[in-house]
């Protein structure tokens, strides 16, 4: 039977109707351009969401020459536009409607997404819940972050943990790492934890079968860092285990291992390196 809704709250620093606008004018700028978060990931370069009733939600693809017609696919519908409170589209792509409510909380805005399997529905792509989780880190960085689309790599690494969510929260307090979408909290186990290292992307999953513990290590991560000697004081003071300490041969490195044995190499980057 087909799951019947999903829903996610997230909370911003600005006022609702504030946190509308830029929900709705923003989406292109808070979109993550990632390989699987399109529908036609080889075409796609851009969302848009047309206001009032009756606008539509696109996926925009680049026309095949300067004079073609407009090259869309169209997501939803708008059946509700009430700046500062609500808006929700009927799905094109399947049989859902989805819902984004807008409310006061706490000084912001607490934003939830309610995307539901109609009556008689049998198709759904709840991909919502997991999308509006970007919205927060572009509110938070707007005023001084750079009016381009977050688009990330073509490669994209994958760790297998037996507690990923854990293991996240681990590499962001200890190694510093970053996620655009969320570091899950005590108690939660989210099926899909991405952490982001420039526009990189470390993709965490649970581990089947055997224990790390039984495995070889047959392979490492490298990553660059800014202020190698911060990072590896940020490291020994949250308890890393420090593999060997911080050494030169033609580049500066030390490595370490995280909570669940994975090895993690640091190296000296400029700071200007992407």
Do not use: C
Request: charged share 25%; glycine share 8%; aromatic share 12%.
């Amino acid at each position: 039977m087909t799951k019947q809704s999903a829903s996610a709250s997230v909370e911003v620093g600005a006022d609702p109707l504030t946190a509308f606008r830029i929900f709705t004018d923003d989406i292109d700028l808070w979109w993550v351009r990632g390989p699987i978060n399109f529908f036609d990931s080889a075409r796609a370069v851009g969302m848009k969401i047309e206001p009032g009733v009756g606008g539509r939600i696109l996926e925009v693809y680049q026309p095949a020459t300067e004079t073609a017609a407009e090259d869309v696919l169209v997501l939803g519908k708008i059946i509700v536009w009430a700046p500062g409170e609500r808006f929700a589209y009927r799905s094109e792509v399947d049989d859902t409607e989805t819902r984004i409510d807008f409310e006061a909380f706490d000084g912001g805005t607490r934003v939830t997404v309610e995307q539901a399997l109609v009556p008689g529905g049998e198709k759904a792509f709840y991909f919502w819940p997991n999308v509006i989780h970007w919205f927060p880190a572009w509110v938070a960085r707007r005023d001084s972050a750079p009016g381009e689309p977050r688009e990330l790599d073509r490669l994209s690494i994958a760790l297998y943990y037996e507690d990923p969510a854990a293991a996240a929260r681990w590499l962001h307090t200890v190694f510093g790492l970053e996620s655009w979408d969320k570091i899950p909290a005590e108690g939660e186990q989210p099926d899909w934890i991405e952490l982001q290292v420039g526009r990189r992307a470390i993709l965490l999953f649970k581990l089947e079968g055997h224990p790390v513990s039984e495995r070889p290590v047959d392979h490492a991560i490298w990553l660059y860092v800014d202020d190698l000697d911060a990072h590896f004081s940020r490291s020994s003071a949250y308890g890393a285990k420090i593999v060997s300490e911080i050494h030169q041969h033609g580049y500066r490195r030390y490595e370490a291992e995280d909570l669940e044995g994975h090895r993690w190499t640091f190296a000296q980057a400029r700071p200007t390196m992407s």
